[in-house]
T-cell receptor, first 114, second 113 residues
Framework: DVKVTQSSRYLVKRTGEKVFLECVQDMDHENMFWYRQDPGLGLRLIYFSYDVKMKEKGDIPEGYSVSREKKERFSLILESASTNQTSMYLC?????????????FGPGTRLLVL | DQQVKQNSPSLSVQEGRISILNCDYTNSMFDYFLWYKKYPAEGPTFLISISSIKDKNEDGRFTVFLNKSAKHLSLHIVPSQPGDSAVYFCAASLIQGAQKLVFGQGTRLTINP
């Protein structure tokens, strides 16, 4: 079974703080993704990565950055947290190199920015 | 611009009856469609998928239908069970390029005993 883990289930941060969300997958997947889920908006892609040290912007990258130093780990960074970044953050991974792939999700991190 | 739309935010169905969840898309380049199920405080879990070369895919109680001319897909659950109560997301990916998924807004399904 694919296992995607996220470092925290719940986080409370203050406006202006730098926030790190960590994601680890144990299936040697090439691709990793960060989404945020908001009511009525579904899941929106923030950033994704095809390989170590590779990153691509998704649909809503503003205010975020990412880091992928090792294949199994993909970090999402909020450089200066703002209240509109309060959301559920979901990490996913997929095998990569293929076609019509399925993404597997972690349990999510619910972030509250005060 | 919402390329994948689930126009029903919620659906309530009696246990044992059929649940039908709908999804519409606008981009004709989408070639692979997936349904995910999400319980509160958990990540989405993959349910079923369909390639654009098919019009139906079945897995146990779950069947997905694809109508390419109408740019519409639906998920049928029969018979519906209380454990099916969750939020369901449809998602689509493009033929080329990134294996990115575009998600709909989700439909909250409630199965009543």
């Amino acid at each position: 079974d694919v296992k995607v883990t996220q470092s925290s289930r719940y986080l409370v941060k203050r406006t202006g703080e730098k926030v790190f969300l960590e994601c680890v997958q144990d299936m040697d997947h090439e691709n990793m993704f960060w989404y945020r889920q908001d009511p009525g908006l579904g899941l929106r892609l923030i950033y994704f990565s095809y390989d170590v040290k590779m990153k691509e912007k998704g649909d809503i990258p503003e205010g975020y950055s990412v880091s992928r130093e090792k294949k199994e780990r993909f970090s999402l960074i909020l450089e200066s947290a703002s209240t509109n970044q309060t959301s559920m953050y979901l990490c996913a991974s997929s095998l990569g190199g293929g076609y019509q792939e399925t993404q597997y999700f972690g349990p999510g991190t619910r972030l509250l920015v005060l | 611009d919402q390329q994948v739309k689930q126009n029903s935010p919620s659906l309530s169905v009696q246990e044992g009856r059929i649940s039908i969840l709908n999804c519409d898309y606008t981009n004709s380049m989408f070639d692979y469609f997936l349904w995910y199920k999400k319980y509160p405080a958990e990540g989405p879990t993959f349910l079923i998928s369909i390639s654009s070369i098919k019009d139906k895919n079945e897995d146990g109680r779950f069947t997905v239908f694809l109508n390419k001319s109408a740019k519409h897909l639906s998920l049928h659950i029969v018979p519906s069970q209380p454990g099916d109560s969750a939020v369901y997301f449809c998602a689509a990916s493009l033929i080329q390029g990134a294996q990115k998924l575009v998600f709909g807004q989700g439909t909250r399904l409630t199965i009543n005993p």
